[in-house]
């Protein structure tokens, strides 16, 4: 089994890498919002402010943000999504997000068990 954790960093590609997902066989999928601190650095949003404001920021209207997939899939499926997901998004692309896997031990609940 493995973790599939995808932070997509271009949010108007995740219908496609979505839909991607499902057909590579990916049978559950989260999706949160997240933040990530070098984007909010590169867009300059931190400069010279200090941590607990930067925090607040986190809170506010205007930030950038990300989409985060994850799903725990088997092992011949995570080949399967990494690959429909390249075919989407250029991971080389800056700000396009990034892919991994890691192995998982066990599962709980969910359609399976390990």
Do not use: H
């Not at 599939?4 to 949160?32: H, M």
């Not at 092992?75 to 396009?96: L, S």
């Amino acid at each position: 089994m493995e973790l599939l954790i995808f932070v997509l960093g271009k949010v108007d590609l995740l219908d496609r890498v979505v839909k991607s997902l499902l057909e590579a066989g990916v049978k559950g999928l989260t999706i949160l919002d997240s933040t990530g601190v070098s984007a909010m650095a590169e867009s300059g949003i931190l400069k010279d402010l200090p941590v607990i404001s930067s925090l607040k920021f986190l809170v506010g209207e205007r930030r950038p943000f990300n989409k985060t997939l994850f799903s725990v899939v088997e092992n011949e499926t995570a080949g399967k999504a990494i690959e429909a997901v390249r075919a989407i998004v250029d991971i080389n692309e800056p700000g396009a997000g990034i892919l991994f896997s890691v192995p998982v031990s066990n599962v709980f609940g969910g359609s399976f068990q390990v």
